[in-house]
Nanobody, 114 residues
């Protein structure tokens, strides 16, 4: 099991960039498939990206080509580089295992607005 804590969110203008971090406690991190998820106001939480222990990645169509997921197993940390941000990317961003477990972190708010 891992307990994640997300950071790096903030307010950014359309077209801007942010880098999110996910620090995960637990000794199993390096072996786990990890994922990024987000929840916009009034919507369900959705999957956006995942990365395997071997660094293979998959993305939701809505972020493909704009977001990049990576990990540093030596630091038990996963990252999400977000470029070309759009207002519709506004959401609380979470990390978790993939498939998701019950152990959610507090999330980090990303707001894309001019």
């Amino acid at each position: 099991q891992v307990q994640p804590v997300e950071s790096g969110g903030g307010l950014v203008q359309p077209g801007g960039s942010l880098r999110l971090s996910c620090a995960a406690s637990g000794s199993d991190f390096s072996r786990l498939v990890m994922g990024w998820y987000r929840q916009a106001p009034g919507k369900q939480r959705e999957f956006i990206a995942r990365i395997t222990s071997g660094a293979s990645t998959n993305y939701a169509d809505s972020v493909k080509g704009r977001f990049t997921v990576s990990r540093d197993n030596s630091k038990n940390t996963m990252y999400l580089q977000m470029n070309s941000l759009k207002p519709e990317d506004t959401a609380v961003y979470y990390c978790n295992t993939f498939p998701r477990s019950p152990h959610w972190g507090p999330g980090t708010q990303v707001t894309v607005s001019s």
